[in-house]
């Protein structure tokens, strides 16, 4: 393949037989006879080969190899000695200077030919991958700006920091596993005197599981007309969560996303304190009085995207008394594993839930994400971490 080479030698003879070998091959041809002349070519014409004699008077090959290595601008060109030494000691420190290759005096058309092409070939090929490299980079960066945006509207569906609902405490903890996860949650103002919380775990992870989760997201906006009916009348009314999970199997089948969820579902009339609960496959809401005792909210059915109909999921409900908290997590949490294999484990998340109960429900959750870092050590979650919480304080 033709190509650009400089050709250096003090010796005109020698040059004269390179450029007859290669003048015939299509190659623009760069000639000098000394090192500085070398160089100087070298940066002004960015050749594809350089062609180098070692024994020159003044700055010899090695000195001029050296800075041909040392200079970004020439830093990448392929360098061949031609050298009539046979030592191997001095085609050794050729070679630890940079060099690709060397070429023998006195010259052989054939050898010369066949190194000049090979490491030409080789050069276009070194080319490429780095401009392939470079291409790969910033598709990279590209695509780290994007997820970094996705990561950016996924919290931006978490509850709003600072957020005040009539007759409750919040506090949650978020932490994907990677830039973007399959977990959600939020609190809803479903009508005058209802409230909807909600969490939920999409199967997967990256932004195929992002996507699914910020659909189902959407779906239990009050707005949307499964949580709330008529869902655009300012005399709405909250649909209980058994409804809820059997309109969300029907409108996620498994077919729609390849994917599945869990969620529990749950809602607050605050005047009279009624917590109604049904959770889909998912890990069950816990209960934890002011005494620290602990019941689990387990009625619910199978995950979302099975297609059991709207018998399949049962309904619980409990009266809240004041002070008393509801946390909702995914199992991510208790299926923590450090790195020695072990899981943190439901037992050890509910005796953490307990000795929070005399805390402050911010303080509480705070206590469970630094028991699972300290459990888990060094070792970086496999599965999203999510816990949302909140304490009934009753009508205003």
Not at 1 to 9: A, E, K, T, W
Not at 210 to 226: E, K, N
């Amino acid at each position: 393949m033709p190509g650009r080479i400089l050709l250096v030698d003090d010796a005109p003879v020698n040059l004269k037989v390179l450029t007859s070998f290669l003048g015939h091959d299509g190659h623009r041809l760069f000639t000098a006879s000394n090192g500085p002349e070398a160089l100087d070519l070298a940066r002004r014409e960015s050749p594809d080969l350089i062609l180098l004699d070692i024994m020159m008077p003044g700055k010899d090959g090695f000195a001029v190899c050296s800075e041909l290595k040392a200079d970004a601008v020439t830093a990448e060109i392929p360098v061949v000695f031609l050298t009539a030494l046979s030592e191997t000691g001095d085609k050794v420190k050729g070679l630890s200077l940079g060099a690709v290759d060397y070429i023998t005096k006195p010259f052989e058309k054939g050898e010369v030919l066949a190194r000049v092409n090979t490491h030409l070939r080789l050069h276009e090929l070194m080319r490429s991958l780095r401009r392939m490299n470079r291409e790969l980079e910033e598709n990279q960066r590209l695509l780290k700006e994007d997820l970094h945006a996705a990561a950016d509207i996924q919290r931006a569906l978490l509850p709003r920091p600072g957020l005040a609902l009539p007759g409750v405490s919040l506090a949650w903890r978020f932490e994907p596993c990677a830039t973007v996860g399959g977990d959600i949650f939020n609190a809803l103002v479903l009508d005058e005197h209802s409230l909807g919380f909600f969490i939920l775990d999409v199967s997967g992870h990256g932004v195929p599981s992002a996507m699914v989760t910020v659909s189902a997201a959407q779906s239990l906006s009050p707005v949307a007309g499964i949580v709330t009916r008529p869902p655009a009348s300012i005399t709405r009314r909250a649909v209980r969560p058994a409804t809820v999970l059997a309109e969300l199997d029907h409108e996620y089948p498994f077919e729609r996303f390849e994917r599945y969820f869990t969620i529990s579902y749950l809602v607050l009339d605050v005047s009279s304190g009624m917590l109604r609960f049904s959770s889909a496959g998912h890990p069950p809401p816990l209960l934890v009085g002011r005494d620290g005792s602990l019941q689990e909210l387990s009625e619910g059915g199978p995950i979302i995207g099975v297609g059991f109909g709207p018998g399949a999921f049962e309904e619980g409900e409990r009266k809240l008394e004041r002070g008393e908290r509801v946390f909702l997590y995914t199992d991510g949490i208790p299926e923590y594993e450090n790195a020695e294999g072990r899981v943190l484990g439901a037992a050890r998340f509910r005796e953490v839930l307990r000795e929070g109960s005399a805390l402050d429900l911010e303080a509480s959750c705070a206590q469970v994400t630094r028991a699972v870092r300290e459990f888990g050590g060094s070792s970086s979650p496999r599965d999203d971490l999510s816990l949302f919480a909140f304490e009934y304080t009753g009508p205003g």
